[in-house]
């Protein structure tokens, strides 16, 4: 699969990105603070090593939420992925067997270059600058 | 005595959990298990039944080779002073164990085709690998006294 382009007219750096968490208690690693954030495997995808996103200008929490209305939701700013080297990319979903249409999502894609040996540590950067945009309360 | 010192002595009869779940290919006989792993062992089980598409996003379902390696992996790092660990389903097929310790993290996880890679954190550093299978015994308790503190660690091997 040849390398997805960076779009940085379409997605701005300082948009939000949406990504769903999975209702299952692995996913909420406990602050000690009282809080809790998101495990990094919720910014991991080993089939395709792209992780799916929903640019937040074009569409609602209701809407990225209503057919999972169980799941918690965060956000990370464009910039964050970039940062590290991802590329940032529209992913329009239209007629796909499996997933309903979505005009918002989009992807994060490693760039070629990077080895298996920063996959993980990505990850978990991307995850410890999420923020909450619903919280299951409480997670679990 | 605790029920985690409990396994330890010998005197106590054994705990034994049969791992029968058709999925994997073998009986995965414990000794001497802490009740975490007997715990960890469940949730293992218990992520094995999510079904496709689990994350909302098109992932397949956990692949049997990740789970037993996973399983590997928590039967290298069976300690009286190992935290519990969380684990969490990755999405396209693998599976993640995270144990934090301070401001340390390890995280293993086990890919759809059964590798493994690992994430160490303490502070700021991070050390990022792949772990061969046949060096999963020999590694996976050096992170863990790593993690938890060697002489600690190392305490509850003797």
């Not at chain 2, 954190?121 to 050390?127: N, P, Q, S, Y």
Request: proline share 9%.
């Amino acid at each position: 699969m040849p390398p997805r382009s960076d779009d940085r007219v379409s997605i701005r750096d300082e948009e939000d990105l949406w990504r769903r968490v999975f209702p299952d208690r692995g996913c909420f690693v406990p602050t000690g603070s009282g809080t809790w954030r998101p495990s990094s495997a919720i910014f991991l995808d080993r089939r395709t090593r792209e992780v799916s996103v929903h640019i937040s200008s074009l569409t609602t929490v209701e809407a990225v939420l209503a057919s999972f209305p169980d799941h918690s939701l965060v956000a990370i700013k464009a910039a964050v992925p970039r940062a590290l080297g991802y590329a940032v990319t529209p992913d329009p979903i239209h007629d796909d067997p499996v997933l309903p249409d979505d005009a918002s999502h989009a992807l994060i894609c490693p760039p070629p270059s990077a080895g298996i040996n920063k996959i993980k540590a990505h990850a978990r950067e991307m995850a410890l600058k999420a923020t909450w945009v619903v919280l299951r309360d409480p997670p679990y | 005595m605790t029920a985690s010192t409990a396994v330890f002595d010998r005197s106590v009869p054994r705990m034994e959990e049969l791992a029968t779940n058709s999925q994997f290919s073998g009986v995965v006989p414990i000794s001497y298990a802490t009740v975490a792993l007997i715990s960890a062992l469940r949730r293992v089980e218990e992520l094995m039944r999510l079904p496709d598409n689990w994350d909302s996003y098109g992932s397949p379902h956990i692949e049997t080779a990740a789970a037993q390696r996973i399983l590997q992996v928590l039967l290298a790092a069976q300690s009286e002073y190992s935290p519990a660990p969380q684990i969490v389903p990755v999405s396209g097929g693998g599976m993640q164990i995270e144990w934090a310790v301070g401001n340390c993290e390890l995280e293993v996880e086990a890919l759809p085709d059964g590798s493994v890679e690992f994430l160490f954190v303490e502070g700021d550093r991070t050390l990022e690998m792949p772990l061969p299978a046949t060096q999963i015994e020999l590694f996976i308790p050096t992170l863990m006294s790593q993690l938890c503190g060697t002489e600690a660690y190392a305490a509850s091997l003797r």
